[in-house]
């Protein structure tokens, strides 16, 4: 058995064990949208087109509920690239939770994405203050004020960032914003 041809065995494994973490939390009455998103793409995965457009039926019929039923929806359109409708469920979830840090974070990273460089700025601002060690916000928001031409204050941010992660790839790239 080739390297890759194991490689998809144990791939196919965890999704069968993910799909049946999903029907437990079925059964257990935990049924959601972002779930039903999820099983749609493990059926995708397991090339079962049939019971993958049955399960993206039930997500459609099915409403957000929760603070997290937003961040998750907020998620899976942010990974196929739908960053405007991602912002809604990203807000969403800020409205259910004002200090959701992931939400703040999701809600920059999808402003960024857009190039709307000055919704950025707030979003990193409100995630610096909940986690100032963390690096992630003052490099997406220097690189923000970059765009902006604000390059005392991109450079004062990456630096900060470079001092939090000396090692972080990503800061050392954008140092020339």
Known sequence: ??????????????????????????????????MWYLRADLFGILNQPDEAAAARRTAESLKPKTRLDHYLLGEFKRGQGRYQEALSHFEDALLADPNDYWSLNMLGLCHFQLGQYEAVIPSCTACIARRPKFDWPYLARGVAFGKLKQFAKAHKDIAQSLELKPDSYHAYLNRGV
């Not at 058995?1 to 993910?18: N, P, R, S």
């Open 1 to 34: 058995m080739t390297f890759m041809a194991l490689k998809h065995l144990v791939q196919v494994q965890l999704i069968l064990e993910d799909q049946q973490h999903l029907q437990q939390a079925e059964r257990l009455g935990f049924s959601s949208q972002p």
